[in-house]
Structures are given as structure tokens and as C-alpha cells.
């Protein structure tokens, strides 16, 4: 098993977790470098940090955004790794974890849900942005607006009307774009945990 599969392995994951956006092994401004991160509703992030060996699993505990949890990305966060390299109390506080068998991923822990703390969310945001940034360079000239806007380029091609199968962005499923104020519920990690 290697890093690169169970990098895989998390994006699946993080995807059957719900999450509707997810990156992996994209830089942040803290100098945190998620395996992989997913986002859900209401802003509520999801960290999963892989680990083939334990050696990488003791080494990763030194690093600046675990020593001082309150400096990471992730409402919840997850280790991920080969099934028994880790035992759940060798965990950091609040974390859960994952453990994957044959190409599948189980639960062993959940994590807490509200770990990140307002700091944390600005390095999601700058995470955030900083792919959109990778994403508009790779597309220029045209700018992400525009790039956007590839179905109204399309109703153009067809003489007004989209081409079977797609409906006006304004028909698009987007749970990112649903106002919060009609969840019947506020997730508990809502509220950024104090640094």
C-alpha cells in the first residue's frame, strides 16, 4: 500500500462522507499540506491525513499545526492508515480514525466536529483560493467567470437553448449555494472553536 493509494482511498472516502468539494495534497498559507480535505454544508471541513508507516504517523505529531492543534484545517480530522498501524489511543485529542482493508475504508473512531478554530478557517479559505488561482491560470485567457458561464456559451452554440441532459445553473444542485437560514438544524461545529 502506498501514500498515493490511500490518498485515493481518502478523496473516495470524503466524497461517500458527503463531501461536495474535496482537494488533495494542495498547500495552504500555514504550511499544513492536507492529504486530502473535503467541505460539506455550512462551511463544515473534513481533514484526512494519511499514513503508511509509523514512523510517519510519530513524525507527524511534530509539526507546528499539531503541536498546536488550534493552527490546523478541519472541523473533524482523520488518520488514515493500514488496518492496525495505530491504536485509537494513540489518537491526538478529538481526532478519529480510519483504517483502510483491501481498497476500503472503515471507520474506527469518529472524530470530533468541531475542532478548527477561526484561525484554521482562514488557511481553509486561503486553501480555498489559492486552487481557484491554480484554476484560473490553467484556463486563461478566459477568466474562472467566464469559464463559469460554459453553459450560457453553449445555449449560444444551440441557438438559445441547452443541449439535452444539462439545465440552466440555476436548476444545478449546489448545496454550497442553499441558504443556511432553511437548515432545520445548525450543525454543532458551526462555531469555530477558540484559539
Not at 473535503?38 to 509509523?54: D, F, M, N, Q, Y
Not at 444551440?158 to 441532459?165: D, E, I, T, V, Y
Not at 440552466?168 to 448545496?175: D, G, Q, T, W
Request: hydrophobic share 40%; proline share 6%.
Amino acid at each position: 500500500m502506498t501514500h498515493s493509494h490511500l490518498v485515493e482511498d481518502a478523496v473516495r472516502w470524503l466524497r461517500s462522507y458527503r463531501c461536495g468539494v474535496v482537494l488533495s495534497e494542495q498547500a495552504c498559507v500555514s504550511g499544513e499540506m492536507p492529504d486530502a480535505i473535503g467541505w460539506k454544508r455550512a462551511c463544515h471541513s473534513v481533514l484526512v491525513e494519511c499514513k503508511v508507516t509509523r514512523a510517519d504517523f510519530l513524525a507527524d505529531r511534530g509539526k507546528p499545526f499539531r503541536v498546536k492543534p488550534n493552527r490546523g484545517v478541519g472541523c473533524e480530522r482523520f488518520y488514515l492508515v493500514p488496518a492496525g498501524l495505530i491504536d485509537n489511543k494513540e489518537l491526538p485529542e478529538g481526532w478519529g480514525l480510519l483504517e483502510a482493508v483491501h481498497g476500503r475504508v472503515r471507520m474506527m473512531q469518529p472524530s470530533a466536529k468541531n475542532l478548527r478554530s477561526a484561525y484554521g478557517f482562514r488557511c481553509e479559505m486561503n486553501l480555498l483560493l489559492a486552487s481557484l488561482r491554480r484554476v484560473e491560470v490553467r484556463i486563461e485567457p478566459q477568466s474562472i467567470t467566464d469559464f463559469l458561464k460554459w453553459k450560457n456559451r453553449m445555449a449560444g452554440y444551440n441557438r438559445g437553448s441547452l443541449p439535452k441532459g444539462l439545465s440552466p445553473a440555476a436548476e444545478e444542485f449546489n448545496v454550497f449555494l442553499e441558504d443556511e437560514s432553511e437548515l432545520t438544524t445548525e450543525p454543532a461545529n458551526w462555531r469555530a472553536v477558540k484559539p
